[in-house]
C-alpha cells in the first residue's frame, strides 16, 4: 500500500521503501528482525545524500542568519558564498533553486573572496572546511 509507504519512508527518514520476500545480507545494510518482520535499512551514504544533508544544513544556517539579521519572511536578499570544498560547491550548484526559495533568496552566487555585503559570518562544515556567508538586504 502507496500510504503505507509514504508513512514509513517519512517516519524513518528514508528516501525509498521496498517490500520484498528476501533481504540478504551485505555491506552497508543494517538488518534487525522481530515478530517474524524483517527490515533491511541501506546506511551507505552517497555523494547525493551528502549534498543534500549539506545543503540541508546550510539552510538551516542561512535562515538563522536572516534571523539574526532581523530580517522578516518578506524580506529578500542576495546570498554570497566563498566555499573551497568541490562537494559544497557541486551542492550549491546543485540545488541552488530549491535553497533559493528555502531561504527567501534572490540570488546565491559561489564567489573566490568574500565581498562587501550587510551582513557576513564564517561557518565550520566539518570535513568539508569553513565557508563564508554574506547576505544583504534589497
Do not use: Y
Not at 541552488?96 to 573566490?112: E, G, H, Q, T, W
Request: hydrophobic share 45%; aromatic share 4%.
Amino acid at each position: 500500500p502507496k500510504e503505507f509507504e509514504q508513512l514509513i519512508a517519512e517516519e524513518a527518514n528514508v528516501k525509498v521503501v521496498m517490500w520484498t520476500e528476501v533481504i540478504r545480507d551485505q555491506a552497508g545494510r543494517v538488518i534487525k528482525e522481530d515478530g517474524g518482520i524483517r527490515v533491511g535499512l541501506n546506511t551507505e551514504i552517497t555523494p547525493e545524500l551528502q549534498k543534500e544533508g549539506l545543503v540541508r544544513e546550510l539552510t538551516r544556517q542561512i535562515k538563522d542568519a536572516r534571523k539574526q539579521a532581523g530580517l522578516s519572511p518578506a524580506d529578500i536578499v542576495e546570498i554570497i558564498v566563498v566555499a573551497q570544498a568541490p562537494l559544497l560547491k557541486s551542492a550549491l550548484r546543485e540545488f541552488n533553486a530549491p535553497l533559493k526559495k528555502a531561504v527567501i533568496a534572490r540570488s546565491i552566487k559561489i564567489v573566490a573572496d568574500p565581498q562587501e555585503v550587510q551582513w557576513s559570518q564564517d561557518i565550520e562544515f566539518g570535513e568539508h572546511g569553513k565557508i563564508w556567508i554574506g547576505m544583504s538586504k534589497l
